[in-house]
C-alpha cells in the first residue's frame, strides 16, 4: 500500500498512576482467629479499576502533547 497510513480509532493508554494494576490486595495487618489474614481490594483512584484512561483530546485531535 503506498500513501500515508489510514487513521484509526485511539487506543487508551495504561494509567500513569497504577501502571495498569489497576486493583490491589490490601491487608488489615492482623489475622482472624483461624490464622486467615483477611485483605480487601482497593481500586485505582484515577482511573477506577480499569487500568487504563481514554486517549488525551490533543491526541485524538491530533495536536502536539
Same mark, same amino acid.
Given at each position: 500500500?503506498?500513501? %500515508?497510513?489510514? $487513521?484509526?480509532? $485511539? %487506543?487508551?493508554?495504561?494509567?500513569? @498512576?497504577?501502571?495498569?494494576? +489497576?486493583?490491589? +490486595?490490601? %491487608?488489615?495487618? @492482623?489475622?482472624?482467629? %483461624?490464622?486467615?489474614?483477611?485483605?480487601? +481490594?482497593?481500586?485505582?483512584? +484515577?482511573?477506577?479499576?480499569?487500568?487504563?484512561?481514554?486517549?488525551?483530546?490533543?491526541?485524538?485531535?491530533?495536536?502536539?502533547?
Amino acid at each position: 500500500m503506498t500513501g %500515508s497510513v489510514p $487513521a484509526t480509532a $485511539a %487506543s487508551p493508554r495504561i494509567c500513569p @498512576n497504577c501502571d495498569g494494576f +489497576a486493583t490491589a +490486595a490490601v %491487608s488489615s495487618g @492482623n489475622r482472624d482467629a %483461624s490464622g486467615q489474614l483477611p485483605t480487601f +481490594a482497593v481500586d485505582c483512584p +484515577a482511573c477506577h479499576g480499569a487500568g487504563t484512561l481514554p486517549a488525551s483530546v490533543a491526541q485524538l485531535a491530533g495536536g502536539r502533547a
